[in-house]
């Protein structure tokens, strides 16, 4: 079956359930189309048999496989729902396949507009069928825009680039997103003071209000609260920074220009409208009076986290494995996550189905997908299959956690540390002026404050006891003010890698506990209304793995919340470039359902990543996808989690796993 077919260029329609058989004008894709992240798209449907093109208006139909069966095949919307499945495996895999199912959308690249033609991300299609789409719809575009063909998935990026560049013209999603002038990575609208900073320097000499909205090239990770960022260049939805601002439910967007854009409007230092909206094609600015009363609170003002009651009495330093995720009122979230974490990988999980067995619209019974994703029958034991693949794929790192009532004895040991304390909860309460410098005095003295020898013994017999043999080890902070779903605390607590001698390991600790103090953490903690009495900080102890490449995982597409199907990946040869924004990584959507990934954006990395790894990561996002079930605090088992893991070709190590804010 081919299509060959010429037409005219005709006018654009208004209130019709497509243009059908005619020429795509651009009036005509802005009538029928939509906007998905800053771009004008339009669905598109070939049928083959009848050689025949359809432009869906958007506004009448939201999937394609629902006007076809209406408009085309005449079937009510009804029976197409309750068959899905099967329409779907006839439209995206079946090898002779009647109907062609894709999006156009137009960019802006290198000041040139352009069209892209993707298909759905789960389609199949062949090499074959790929040249005769794009050829069909680029005579039914204005020959004015350039057609390229924008390959939706790894599969479809694997058969392109066997294709010469001559005889199908391309474009690869992170080649656009790479270009992209507009990002929203948190959308939402605020009100604030627009402070820009060119310099990291000048950032450093400025002081913040919370009112501030601040824009930088990159945003560092260690901002106070605040009211909006702008990032005047491209970042990851995963960093630091993005995951705070997230969890403060504060505007935030990637924009290209934007510096010199408040330069032309003399907007520096004047009071705007600051609106970061996913439909959009830019961020909004609108300059407002200075409000002549307090300005409104943000979203972050009003939430209030509450901590569990801490038990600091005398706990022993265990075993991660020995720990359940009810102990973190003793060791500390991290710890206790990883121990629950464990737990699981020894002994399954009955909640690990959970997300596959609530029905999600349109996916009335998501049991046969996930059966597919572990490769066995759908009449399979879905359980003992999950949990075989967590077995065989998943690790945690061995290790050690010490307990909040070392820390406490510890302090507890030293009285000029308490006297410290003393004048800090003092300040705390006055609101005085001198708690940033009491707070650099008491991490001093936490730091050069000798580790009493029945302490060191201690550490030492555990990790004699738990840990011998190992060369190497990473020592993190396990607060109870962390790792919260109200209270993410990303990188404001210290971890310290490469820690080998005793004497480093006691001074890693050392610093771990001081970080509890640092000024960062104590302001983010009183705007959160928790208080320095209620805060402990407990250490987990790990051995250091060695890895090919590691990264962030989070259950959700941050990009699209609505997307219930994907989730997205940060990857880099060494983890810490992944949180910490030095270098910007890879990143990656994979599908949970159908399966299936795309490569969002190459970063920094001169080249994509090899097949054998993309398979790592695919089963990594189902992994990922079990282990949100099992952690979910409802029956739902939607809300989203974040990981931080290291991986070679065979097996994934996770490090740390917490809620990610939403």
């Known amino acids: 079956m081919s299509l060959t077919s010429v037409v005219a260029p005709s006018p654009a329609p208004e209130n019709v359930a497509a243009l059908v058989g005619e020429r795509l004008s651009l009036s005509a894709l802005h009538q029928l189309g939509g906007t998905l992240g800053g771009y004008s798209f339009v669905k598109v449907v070939v049928d083959r048999e009848k050689s025949v093109i359809h432009f869906l208006n958007d506004a009448r139909h939201s999937f394609h496989a629902i006007y076809i069966g209406e408009e085309i095949l005449g079937v009510p919307e009804e029976r197409v729902r309750a068959e899905i499945d099967s329409y779907n495996e006839t439209f995206y895999h079946a090898p002779d396949r009647r109907f062609l199912l894709g999006i156009l959308a137009l960019h802006t690249r290198q000041e040139k507009k352009i069209l892209s033609l993707e298909t759905v991300e789960v389609d199949t299609m062949p090499a074959a069928l790929i040249r005769e789409f794009h050829a ?21 990026e694997r058969i392109v680039r066997e294709i010469p560049a001559g005889e199908l013209p391309r474009v ?79 505007p935030n967007a990637v924009q290209l220009g934007a ?93 690990l189905l959970g997300f596959y067995q609530v029905p999600r619209p349109p996916r009335d019974n998501l049991l046969p997908y996930l059966a597919r994703l572990l ?15 967590l077995d065989d794929r998943v690790r945690v790192p061995r290790g050690v956690a010490l307990p909040f009532s070392l820390q406490r004895r510890f302090l507890e040991s030293s009285p000029r540390i308490q006297q410290a304390i003393g004048k800090l909860k003092m300040a705390l309460e006055l609101d005085a002026r001198e708690i940033e410098p009491l707070c650099v005095e008491l991490q001093s003295l936490i730091r050069s404050a000798k580790l009493p020898d029945s302490l060191a013994r201690e550490i030492d017999s555990a990790l004699v006891s738990e840990l011998a043999g190992v060369r190497a080890f990473v020592v993190r902070s396990s607060s109870n003010a962390e790792d919260l779903a109200g209270f993410s605390a990303a990188g404001i607590y210290e971890s310290l890698n490469h820690v080998t001698t005793a004497e ?22 009183r705007q959160a209304g928790i208080s320095l009495d209620e805060c402990y900080m407990g250490v987990v102890i790990q051995e250091q793995v060695a890895a090919d490449f590691g990264g962030v995982l989070v259950t959700t597409n941050p990009m699209n919340r609505a997307d219930f199907r994907t989730v997205y990946l940060n990857v880099s040869p060494q983890v810490t470039d992944v949180v910490d924004g030095s270098a910007l990584p890879m990143q990656y959507l994979y599908s949970t359902v159908e399966g299936g990934g795309r490569t969002v954006s190459l970063g920094d990395a001169a080249s994509d990543l090899d097949e054998d790894a993309h398979e790592q990561l695919q089963r990594l996002a189902v992994a990922g996808r079990l282990l949100q079930a099992h952690f979910s605090p409802d029956y739902t088992f939607d809300s989203p989690v974040d990981v931080e893991w290291l991986a070679d070709r065979d097996r994934v190590h996770i490090v740390q796993l917490r809620p990610y804010s939403v």
């Open 259 to 351: 510096l010199a854009e408040i330069d032309r409007r003399g907007l520096d230092g004047k009071w705007v409208e600051y609106t970061v909206d996913a439909q959009a094609s830019s961020i909004g600015l609108r300059e407002v009076a200075e409000p002549a009363e307090a300005a409104p609170r943000p979203g972050w003002y009003a939430q209030r986290v509450t901590l569990e009651e801490p038990e600091a009495d005398h706990s022993p330093i265990v075993n991660l494995a020995r720990l359940r995720a009810s102990d973190r009122h003793r060791y500390g979230t991290k710890a206790a996550n990883l121990g629950e974490l464990h737990h699981v990988l020894a002994h399954g999980s009955q909640r």
């Open 504 to 525: 480093r390991i006691f001074a890693s600790v050392k610093e771990v506990w001081a970080s509890l103090v640092s000024v960062r953490s104590v302001r983010l903690r």
């Open 172 to 250: 690869f999603a992170h080649e656009l997103f790479s270009t992209a002038p507009f990002v929203a990575l948190n959308p939402g609208t605020t009100t604030g003071r627009l402070r820009a900073f060119r310099t990291e320097a000048e950032y450093r000499a400025a002081v913040l209000d919370w009112t501030d909205i601040v824009v930088m090239d990159r945003v560092p990770d260690d901002i106070p609260r605040l009211s909006g960022i702008v990032n005047a260049r491209h970042t990851t939805p995963l960093s630091h920074t993005n995951v705070l601002a997230t969890g403060w439910q504060i």
């Open 136 to 156: 069909f719809v680029a005579q039914h575009v204005d020959p004015a825009l350039p057609l390229l063909f924008k390959p939706a998935n790894q599969l479809q």
């Open 375 to 389: 490769d066995v029958p759908p009449e399979a034991d879905l359980a003992e299959a999950a949990r075989r693949l």
